[in-house]
């Protein structure tokens, strides 16, 4: 407290090998214990020199005013978090010295809205990077895969799709979409064909037309397909007054997009948004410092309307999202509606959910990771007679990661998971949602919590399922895993198991999608107006 400091970054250069700030660094330091030719910026453990390039002083008023430029290098980034926080940094020869939160330009307010500056493509890694202001007004270097909406010509048909949407306004439009656009599995698809067998109009579905779910949609419902990063879908997303996904918005168009007339619409949270749920939510909870996102008023707008699957749930939503009774549908996933599980069934497939602490870890060194060495030991642990029935579907960064390496067992890289798990008699998982999934069709389920209480530190929280409301066997070592995997393979679910389970998804009459187009309808969400029959 007795320096104080103040920022204002003019300018972000992207150069070849680093990016170059140039800003106004004011410090009042009374007390002349800074040193201003020995500041940084410091960056998770690295420390980038500011170098003074004019420097005013004022010694009546104590303060001096320097402008500055620092390089700031892009591989030093390779596995870094996905946002990286820059602190102002000072040491004397003594070791005393501070370490600030350093604002991006002091004269704007807290919440004031992103900026994106200059973004570095790193194409043999299929990464981008770039320094940003978030809405705190707090400069962070953002660390992600790479997005098509990066390129300078999206930019431009961006641009150019903007300037159309503000003519054809009075278009009104529900964009529909699952997973980062790339699936056509999920309950938005289901939802998406029984409004399209309704006669439903301006209802449109967004997905990659590389992605291998595109040859799985029927003619009859192709004519309301729009493909991702065409002028198009641009234009939609930024016409629709609804968005109806099994995941954010962001998944409508690009994941952590960088681009201000995207973010803007995103942020400014302008749209109704019906969320379908990718899971169940009964299994890390909402509390959880990396769940705190799908709280209500925070990514989501205030009248998000979100799809549960029962009475339990909603109260999960209500307790620990901050949301209220009217803005849950207890209907079920519609996705529900169409889950089978073969009648021959025997396969077992270990699908462990994602760490997002280990994001980028995960693309640089996946051998490293605790996500790795879990697989591994669970890998490890099933019994030489039964391996030749096993699937393993780890997160799809996971399987982008490994498709090239010596990993042990062949990944199947792009099967639909709803026709892997038709043939799943068991399911070994840690916390993921698709043990609802794998449950509700009739296989067994297995929860491998070794690391239970170092990834709940990481989450910063805790798991809604335990050992009373549990709907499957729970183990912390391998010998425990071998020895449950017979107990459970080609036999019958626990009858107290399918009771726990059947508090918290309480539908079983494959009925889900009629019940949520019902209330859709009751709200006035999908309009009447979209319907040619009213």
């Known amino acids: 407290k007795l320096v104080k400091c103040a920022n204002i970054l003019l300018k972000i250069f992207c150069l070849s090998q680093h990016f170059l700030f140039i800003g106004f660094l004011i410090i009042k330091d009374e007390y002349k214990l800074t040193d201003y030719k020995s500041l940084n910026f410091k960056v998770n453990r690295r420390k980038y020199k500011i170098k003074p390039v004019i420097n005013f002083k004022f010694p009546l008023l104590k303060y001096q005013i320097i402008l500055y ?272 599980k073969y009648k021959n069934a025997d396969k077992i497939i270990v699908m462990p959910t994602w760490r997002p602490w280990e994001y980028n870890e995960i693309r640089t060194n996946f051998k490293n990771t605790g996500y790795y060495k879990m697989l591994i030991s669970i890998l490890n642990s099933i019994p030489d007679n039964l391996k030749e029935k096993l699937i393993v579907l780890p997160h799809p960064l996971f399987m982008e990661a490994i498709k090239d390496s010596d990993f042990p067992i062949e990944v199947p890289l792009y099967k639909s998971y709803d026709e892997l798990l038709r043939e799943a008699d068991l399911l070994i998982t840690d916390y993921s949602s698709i043990a609802f999934d794998a449950f509700y069709r009739g296989s067994k389920v297995i929860f491998w919590w070794q690391d239970i209480e170092e990834c709940m530190n990481n989450y910063g929280g805790y798991l809604m399922l335990n050992e009373k409301n549990r709907f499957g066997d729970i183990c912390y070592n391998s010998e425990q895993l071998r020895s449950v995997i017979y107990k459970n393979y080609k036999r019958k679910q626990n009858l107290e198991y399918v009771k726990n389970y059947r508090k918290i998804v309480e539908f079983n009459d494959n009925k889900n999608t009629d019940r949520l187009i019902k209330m859709l309808d009751e709200d006035n969400i999908i309009k009447k107006r979209y319907n040619s029959n009213k």
């Open 69 to 340: 430029k620092c390089k700031i290098t892009y591989k030093d980034f390779e596995g870094a978090n996905i946002h990286n926080k820059v602190f102002l940094s000072f040491q004397d020869k003594n070791g005393y010295g501070f370490l600030k939160a350093i604002k991006f330009n002091f004269l704007l307010g807290e919440k004031t809205k992103d900026y994106f500056g200059p973004i570095k493509i790193i194409s043999e890694t299929n990464t981008s990077i770039y320094a940003r202001r978030a809405t705190n007004n707090r400069i962070y270097v953002t660390v992600r895969l790479y997005n098509k909406t990066d390129e300078f010509k999206e930019k431009i048909k961006i641009l150019f799709a903007r300037i159309l949407s503000y003519i054809l306004f009075y278009k009104k439009i529900v964009l529909m979409y699952e997973k980062e656009s790339l699936k056509y599995e999920e309950s938005a698809s289901v939802l998406y064909e029984r409004l399209i067998d309704l006669d439903y109009k301006n209802i449109y579905y967004v997905i990659d037309k590389n992605s291998p779910h595109v040859s799985n949609i029927k003619k009859k419902y192709k004519k309301n397909i729009i493909y991702k990063s065409t002028f198009k879908h641009y234009l939609y997303f930024f016409l629709a007054d609804t968005f109806i996904g099994s995941e954010t918005i962001s998944h409508s168009i690009d994941l952590r997009v960088a681009n201000r007339f995207i973010f803007k619409k995103i942020v400014e949270k302008k749209y109704q948004l019906v969320f379908l749920q990718h899971g169940v939510t009964y299994m890390i909870s909402l509390a959880s410092d990396y769940r705190k996102s799908f709280r209500k008023g925070q990514s989501m707008p205030e009248n998000t309307k979100i799809i549960v699957s029962s009475e339990l749930e909603s109260r999960h939503f209500i307790e620990h999202g901050n949301y209220n009774k009217e803005d849950l549908y207890i209907t079920g996933m519609p996705k529900f509606d169409r889950n089978i």
